[in-house]
Nanobody, 111 residues
Framework: QVQLVESGGGLVQTGGSLRLSCAAS????????MGWYRQAPGSQRELVAS???????KYADSAKGRFTISRDNARNTVYLQMNSLKPEDTAVYYC?????WGQGTQVTVSS
């Protein structure tokens, strides 16, 4: 069983930054792709960014140029640095290590 625990969410003004963290238990972290997803009220959960075990990254168009995903395999942790935040980034952010999900962390961007 893998447990994922997100942290780092909060309330920030437009243009601000947040760094989300997701700490994973278990030994499979370093060999698996990790992803950050988000779900806004009334919307489907969507992929924001992912990173493979080798460090290859992929971003949603909405995240390109503003968000950076990274991982520290020694700490079993994946990060999402979010800069230039916009109100439309408001959502619950989840990390995923297939098939496991974290509990989510709320990000609210005020205008």
């Amino acid at each position: 069983q893998v447990q994922l625990v997100e942290s780092g969410g909060g309330l920030v003004q437009t243009g601000g930054s947040l760094r989300l963290s997701c700490a994973a238990s278990g030994s499979i972290f370093s060999t698996n792709t990790m992803g950050w997803y988000r779900q806004a009220p009334g919307s489907q959960r969507e992929l924001v960014a992912s990173i493979t075990s080798a460090g290859y990254t992929k971003y949603a168009d909405s995240a390109k140029g503003r968000f950076t995903i990274s991982r520290d395999n020694a700490r079993n942790t994946v990060y999402l640095q979010m800069n230039s935040l916009k109100p439309e980034d408001t959502a619950v952010y989840y990390c995923k290590l297939d098939p496991y999900w974290g509990q989510g962390t709320q990000v609210t961007v005020s205008s």
